[in-house]
T-cell receptor, first 110, second 115 residues
Framework: EDQVTQSPEALRLQEGESSSLNCSYTVSGLRGLFWYRQDPGKGPEFLFTLYSAGEEKEKERLKATLTKKESFLHITAPKPEDSATYLCAVRANTGNQFYFGTGTSLTVIP | GAGVSQSPSNKVTEKGKDVELRCDPI?????LYWYRQSLGQGLEFLIYFQGNSAPDKSGLPSDRFSAERTGGSVSTLTIQRTQQEDSAVYLCASSLTLAGGQTQYFGPGTRLLVL
């Protein structure tokens, strides 16, 4: 069964304290892995798409990496405005559904 | 350009009433998805549309749920005889096509509360 597990569920960081969020997946052939940011009361906002193991993408303080079984979202020197829930989703080679994890709620304390 | 829009942003209804939720996708996007997000849960796939093809309704939780997409653009999700467990945020997303890896862009959601 295709599924996505994110950890930790919640993470509190001091401003400037770097860390990583994990997304583990089991899927019958990966077509794409997606990271989103969701602020309270809003829809998910697209961050990155990764397609194959070894791929990396960066945007400001965020860097996403992909292996055959998991993806990491690295946050370098976070700021309070990085506080949000980060969602991971995968799409398999078979079927057309996207499978979402339950997210990691990140709080960055000034 | 305009993003995905949804209306209403909030809806409060009484148990047993019908509700309609609307989604306007990004212009030119042929694929449209509906999801449900309950507190503490991941996004639950409901239905998707691709162009003029028959929709994939495999995620609809019961026959009280239905959706239409008119003219390949605007979509309406209808919930009949609402129940309290239908309370959730309903999110719509669109993408250019349904081809592999195409990114979904989400609307702000409709927050539904069934009393």
């Amino acid at each position: 069964e295709d599924q996505v597990t994110q950890s930790p569920e919640a993470l509190r960081l001091q401003e400037g304290e770097s860390s990583s969020l994990n997304c583990s997946y089991t899927v019958s052939g990966l077509r794409g892995l997606f990271w989103y940011r969701q602020d309270p009361g809003k829809g998910p906002e697209f961050l990155f798409t990764l397609y194959s193991a070894g791929e990396e993408k960066e945007k400001e303080r965020l860097k996403a990496t992909l292996t055959k079984k998991e993806s990491f979202l690295h946050i370098t020197a976070p700021k309070p405005e990085d506080s949000a829930t980060y969602l991971c989703a995968v799409r398999a080679n078979t079927g057309n559904q996207f499978y979402f994890g339950t997210g990691t709620s990140l709080t960055v304390i000034p | 350009g305009a993003g995905v829009s949804q209306s209403p942003s909030n809806k409060v209804t009484e148990k047993g009433k019908d509700v309609e939720l609307r989604c306007d996708p990004i212009s030119g996007h042929t694929a449209l998805y509906w999801y449900r997000q309950s507190l503490g849960q991941g996004l639950e796939f409901l239905i998707y549309f691709q162009g003029n093809s028959a929709p994939d309704k495999s995620g609809l939780p019961s026959d009280r749920f239905s959706a239409e997409r008119t003219g390949g653009s605007v979509s309406t999700l209808t919930i009949q005889r609402t129940q309290q467990e239908d309370s959730a945020v309903y999110l719509c997303a669109s993408s250019l096509t349904l081809a592999g890896g195409q990114t979904q862009y989400f609307g702000p959601g409709t927050r539904l509360l069934v009393l």
